[in-house]
């Protein structure tokens, strides 16, 4: 398989996953409808960055429409996790009804948003164009080979990742995003490209240990980001009982999650440092 056909095989893929969550989460706002076509965009996204230089064509514009499309879901998500760990709370006091009904405001607004981003024309084209590609010769002589391609790009991803997780521990809020993205892309592009190395044993251990620790750093990130909502809520309820009741939520959050949740994804990093890189056997020079 060239870099080429392993491109196109995969955003087909993720044309149908799309497709096939759509209709549930326009009609039932549903969360995991949304995490799935999140994860579809994420999976294309990724197989872009591994095979699309080496693809034969310019990308630009479906990586642009990719990006703008995930940034219009994003609201939703960050509500509905908000949402899922202030539900238990909500009916304590005034000022907590209140913060609740804020959100249930905010979710409508943000679930349209996505809405129109899904029936948008720009949308459209894309995955018109995409299911409409035609395959490239079994015989593609010129096209560079998948297997080689993936294993460079994921050599590449694989030392940034050890590279920025042995600080882990020091890192501040925005320094442990971006390395939740590292490791998301290496787990993706793992993922994605394991069935080209032959190991796959090897393959879900790594996969195993990067997911331990995007979810870790994940919840540390989703505590950053719900003091911004609660500060958020509080403003569009425009009341002090509102913004006692979000400072209150935001404080037990962080003192009864963080220091947990960062012991756990350092063990994660450990795990992933010890996996063997199951494509090492496939690079050359």
Known sequence: MTARQALQQIARACVQQIQENEPRLRRSRSPEALHQVRVALRRWRSALAIFGPASGASQARTKATLKWLAGQLNDARDLDVFAEAFEPLRGQDAGSAALWASLQALRTRAYQQADEALQSDRLRRLLWRTAQIGRPPA????????????????????RKLRRRGQRIGRLDAAARHRLRIQAKKVRYGAELCGELFGHPARQRKMAKALKGMQDSLGVLNDLTVGEAIALRLAREAGTAEAAFAAGRLTQARASREEASVLKAARGAYEDFREAGRFWAGALTG
Do not use: F, I
Request: aromatic share 4%; glycine share 4%.
């Open 139 to 158: 015989n593609d002589d010129d096209g560079l080979p998948a297997r080689e391609v993936a294993a460079r790009a994921l050599q590449h991803s694989w």
